[in-house]
């Protein structure tokens, strides 16, 4: 288990950190130990379950279980936030992956292990099935055939006998495995004709909703630029999640280096002062130096001193009206479940999570993304960790990124609650990754808020 290892007499409760349809099929079982089975129907309702059971948890050695360990990140730091009777909270390492293969045979697991990639479910040499069809109640935990219930799009077990006979269902009451087939009577049934409802249950068809995250770009970029970049990471989440990109309030002037200094293609003939030209949009930012003037002229100006990779260190003016623009596009075009932040896109993202409890109601956000992001020296951060799901992706150490050093995104990573952040560090520079395995730990975790 991580964080140590409960060693006293204190009594020991088994918490699993799962979603209701992955617990169907499988669980650990430990001899003399109570497991609590929340019955969510997503990750994003176990804190609440945790709120009203509370007294269950406290004063004891709770051991937490999930798929890959991610969910239990979260969520244990969450409990340990509750302060005094909190503190002994335990994550099995790795969580269930890595158990079944230190232990081939299942040890204390009994069934299967519910994955969220192409094999749907993995088992060890233990044959034994914990699942039931929720018609019939024969056992049963194939979820291949990705039924789901026509009114709250959860998977369901329905075996390919009472698929055959076309059965049609309603939504599926949270209680146990062994009372699914007594739950329902003849009333809840009814035979159909055709393969309309059957195949509505069907992702192909009906699809369940997709997160929807808002993409903040970094400085000096605009969302056309930034969705340009990003097209690659669109399309691989494009199953799971609605990319939605949008300019920052601050435009910026258009300027450019002396050719002596730098190569700017957009930067017209020396001596010139002409419009800009076509292809030249314009650029914007979510922070500004304290000696940004707001007004902003057509005319192209040469820069008053070289590039600075460390300019972001000053731009720290302008907060309060990206955090009125940012209201506003949460109150026209959300609701958005999380952000997905660039460069100074994700320092602007980091000071959204500081708020705390201060936007509730008006940006709620159940996770943010945060990549080659930074923190500012602002009384928005404070001395109090951050608490808010979040995922740091940046360059290693020795990294590629020129511009934000793998040092400072570690630090802001460091601000969040301990538990409550996950990092991806790759090899590349000042970008954000899609290849193996860069992308299969992204959809990770953003699979935990399906």
Partial sequence: MKNGSPTDDKQLVLLDARNLYETRIGKFHAPSVETLDPGIRQYSDLPSWIDDNSELLRGKHVLMYCTGGIRCEMASAYIRS?????ENVFQLYGGIQRYLEQFPDGGFFRGKNFVFDHRISVGSSDTSIMGACLICGSSYDNYSSRC????????????????????????????????????????????????????SQLP?????????????????????????????LAKKLKSIAELVFIDAPHELPFIYQSCTEAKNSCAPPSG??????????????????????????????????????????????????????????????????????????????ALLCAQGDKLKGEIDLRFVILCSGFALPLADFGQKPINCPSLHIFGSD?????????????????????????????????????????????????????
């Fill in 82 to 86: 509750k302060g005094a009777g909190f």
């Fill in 148 to 199: 789901r219930c026509t009114h709250c799009r959860i998977l369901v077990l329905v075996c390919d006998s009472c698929q055959k006979h076309r059965m049609d269902f309603g939504s599926i009451p949270s209680v146990e495995d062994g009372e699914l087939a007594t739950v329902l009577d003849k009333n809840d049934l009814k035979t159909v004709c055709s393969d309309s409802k059957i195949s």
């Fill in 204 to 232: 192909s068809r009906n699809a369940p909703r997709k997160l929807r995250i808002l993409c903040l770009h970094g400085f000096r970029q605009n969302a056309s630029s930034f969705k340009g970049r990003s097209a690659s």
């Fill in 272 to 349: 010139q002062h002409a419009p800009p030209p076509e292809n030249c949009k314009r650029k914007y930012a979510w922070l500004v130096a304290s000696d940004f003037g707001g007004k902003v002229e057509a005319d192209w100006k040469i820069a008053n001193q070289p590039f600075d990779p460390l300019q972001y260190q000053g731009q720290t003016d302008g907060f309060d009206v990206s955090l009125a623009y940012l209201k506003k596009m949460f109150s026209e075009q959300g609701p958005f479940d999380g952000i997905l932040g660039f460069s100074q896109g994700a320092a602007m993202a």
């Fill in 398 to 450: 020795p990294g590629k990124d020129r511009q934000i050093t793998s040092h400072t995104s570690r630090y802001l990573a460091s601000r969040f609650e301990d538990g409550c952040s996950v990092i991806i560090e790759h090899e590349f520079g000042h970008i954000i990754p899609t290849r193996s395995p860069y992308m299969d730990n992204i959809k990770d975790f953003l699979r935990r808020f399906l």
